[in-house]
């Protein structure tokens, strides 16, 4: 995730009316046979704050997001579908079996139509997802029984409903959102950029000092932390050296005949060129023609300050793309770029996926948070994003998240931490990947030996620390919170597969994040390639962005060697705790001896004082890794035995 520091805005989104997504839909109004839609009226929507209704006449458009036809057929179905020991495991749906047996029927959404025409609006777009509508604000007003104002906010003048939004009694769960009428919600990259190569020719690394192993480059003239001596971190991870510490390398599996997908916003337009010459950079398998391809409309882009610009999400892409493609290099890789980076335009984007199953697994590395001051991110858009969700595992897509880097994003994470949103006002789990029907994926710090062996991991937190101008001993020590792996409980209630897998004392009876975790530090970062600022770059990536599409990459040679579709993976993935599958990370692994960790990264700052940055590890603000379950790392990460228990159990 970017910081808030540079030119990328931080998080939006908004506060959950209540502590569990469970429906979209609030009581019934029986005065007036209407159905409220939770959340559709914002907290900003206050008397104080009202400078009046929007004029009648005014041309108001906004989307009613779609339910199920049948919610507890479809809730009974996933569970067989997904669950390892049911006899109907893994018979899937295609996307026309899933219309024909859960979507609305046409009766119903010509029912929906009628409604909303009655009431003087048009119909612009009809999806699987949502009907589009548009017109003068009573005609709105009329059909959803409320008046739209205008309200005073910190960020400026927002239109929102007056009062909640509503439904004839007899469709509701027929639309469980609305979108349009309030400030919109956005995400940012789950990514962050720590180190620049001067030379793309010259070995990985950085320009300065790094190390071949953990420990091994001694970092000479500095002063030592924690009363032991300090080394420069590792060089940059190649694709060569990941593959070999998780052990797809052995195993062989490489992802042939599968497609992941990667969700982003907005595209950049030398992103296959980019990923052919870090290939050539670093020696690995360049892409095949037509291996690489990209769902990407420039002309449909949305430039806004909710969003970061798009030349600022192009490191995103090609740490998404590259890494899908170190850990799994026969896959197909296709890159669906969004219009922009709020939530609408990406479920268009991840919903243009699913509805015609065009990969077997998307990856996204973006998050938001949902409580928050001011907040965006209402109920009804969460059970929008979770109807798409459940579709993706009827048909057997594994959708996969980063779980965000900013520890337990709680308002003490936000004082220091780079990648916190500012305005959080709880500590939570992120969005999307607290959805029960996503597998969320954390980040590790990991530790090879000077052949790129696999020797250690701990969770990826990282405290900071500097020599007060250049000189001097690090201060302040251990240091100040500054990344970390998102995780905690979620909104949403505890899923099945979690009950008896994850501790009560950590899950509190909901949906625990993240699931698994893999290497994402930026204090020991990943290699990656791309064209900015006229020129291309060899960059050292860090975060839960690294570790998403490598863990979908690993999904896909896991597929490969099953030779079937795994889908929906957590409940596999429950299944295998305590099988060896995973390492079982911690915050002081044995293998690393009982000293504090540290590493010392040369950043070749010309201030003497950012000059050589102290990391301290294993430091996740609120979310500490012990053994087992836990809220920083998961299950772990995929060990040796990995791919073998996948293939044996899925």
């Not at 090609?318 to 969004?338: K, N, R, T």
């Not at 337990?408 to 789990?429: M, V």
């Not at 900015?532 to 690993?554: D, N, Q």
Request: aromatic share 8%; charged share 15%.
């Amino acid at each position: 995730m970017t910081t808030r520091r540079t030119t990328l805005p931080s998080l939006t989104a908004a506060a959950l009316a209540g502590t569990l997504v469970v429906a979209a839909a609030g009581a019934a109004r029986a005065e007036d046979g209407r159905t409220a839609l939770a959340g559709s009226q914002p907290a900003y929507a206050t008397a104080d704050n009202d400078l009046g209704a929007v004029p009648g006449q005014q041309t108001l458009t906004a989307r009613l997001y779609l339910g199920p036809r049948d919610p507890a057929a479809l809730t009974a179905f996933l569970r067989e579908v997904t669950d390892p020991r049911s006899r109907s495991y893994g018979r899937f749906l295609t996307p026309e079996q899933y219309r024909q047996r859960f979507a609305l029927t046409p009766g119903q959404v010509r029912a929906l139509t009628r409604w909303l025409t009655g009431a003087g609006l048009t119909v612009t777009a009809t999806t699987p997802h949502y009907l589009q509508v548009s017109g003068p604000a009573t005609a709105l007003g009329r059909a959803l029984g409320t008046t739209v104002h205008r309200y005073r906010t910190a960020w400026g003048p927002a239109q929102a409903p007056a009062q909640a939004a509503s439904v004839p009694a007899a469709l509701a769960g027929q639309v469980i959102a609305l979108d349009g009428l309030t400030a919109p919600a956005a995400a940012d990259p789950a990514s962050h950029r720590s180190v620049v190569l001067a030379d793309p020719a010259a070995a990985p690394g950085p320009a300065a000092h790094c190390s071949a192993a953990f420990g091994q480059l001694p970092a000479t003239g500095l002063p030592p932390a924690h009363g032991h001596p300090v080394a420069y971190t590792t060089c940059p991870y190649t694709p060569a050296q990941l593959r070999k510490a998780y052990g797809a390398a052995p195993a062989g599996a490489t992802g042939k005949g599968r497609t992941v997908a990667i969700v982003g916003a907005y595209g950049s337009p030398v992103m296959a060129a980019d990923a052919e010459r870090f290939a050539r950079a670093v020696g690995d398998r360049p892409l095949r023609p037509g291996q690489y391809r990209e769902t990407v409309d420039q002309s449909s882009w949305k430039v806004s300050p909710a969003c970061a610009p798009p030349a600022s999400w192009a490191g995103e892409q090609a740490l998404d793309v590259e890494m899908v493609h170190a850990y799994a290099p026969d896959a197909d890789i296709h890159y669906v770029g969004a219009a922009s980076c709020e939530d609408a335009d990406l479920m268009a984007a991840e919903a243009g996926v699913v509805d015609t199953r065009s990969a077997d697994l998307i990856s996204n590395s973006w998050a938001e948070i949902v409580h928050s001051s001011p907040g965006h991110l209402t109920p009804g858009l969460v059970a929008a994003w979770d109807m798409l969700f459940q579709q993706a595992a009827a048909e057997g897509i594994g959708v996969y998240f980063a779980s965000g880097d900013c520890g337990d994003s709680s308002p003490a994470a936000a004082e220091t931490g780079i990648n916190c949103d500012p305005k959080t006002t709880a500590a939570q789990a992120d969005f999307p990947s607290g959805d029960p029907w996503v597998t969320s994926v954390g980040a590790t710090t990991l530790a090879t030996d000077p052949k790129g062996g696999y020797v250690w991991e701990t969770s990826m937190g990282d405290a900071v620390s500097v020599r007060p101008g250049g000189a001097g001993d690090w201060a302040p020590l251990p240091g100040v919170f500054a990344f970390g792996g998102g995780g905690g409980p979620s909104d949403f209630p505890q899923p099945w597969y979690q009950r008896g897998r994850v501790p009560g004392a950590l899950a509190h009876g909901h949906r625990a994040t993240p699931d698994v975790a893999l290497s994402g530090d930026a204090a020991l970062p990943v290699l990656v390639g791309y064209t900015f600022g006229g020129a291309f770059h060899l960059v050292g990536f860090g975060g839960t962005s690294a570790a998403a599409p490598g863990f979908a990459a690993l999904q896909a040679d896991a597929e490969q060697a099953a030779g079937r579709t795994l889908g929906f993976a957590n409940p596999l993935l429950y299944s295998l705790a305590g099988t060896g599958a995973f390492h079982d990370v911690t915050e002081q692994p044995a293998a690393a001896g009982a000293a504090p960790l540290t590493v010392v990264q040369d950043t070749g700052a010309a201030d003497p004082e950012l000059h050589d940055l102290l990391y301290t590890l294993g430091q996740d603000i609120g979310l500490p890794a012990a053994r087992g379950y836990d809220l920083a790392t998961g299950l772990g990460s995929p060990g040796p035995e990995y791919l073998r228990r996948v293939v044996s159990r899925g």
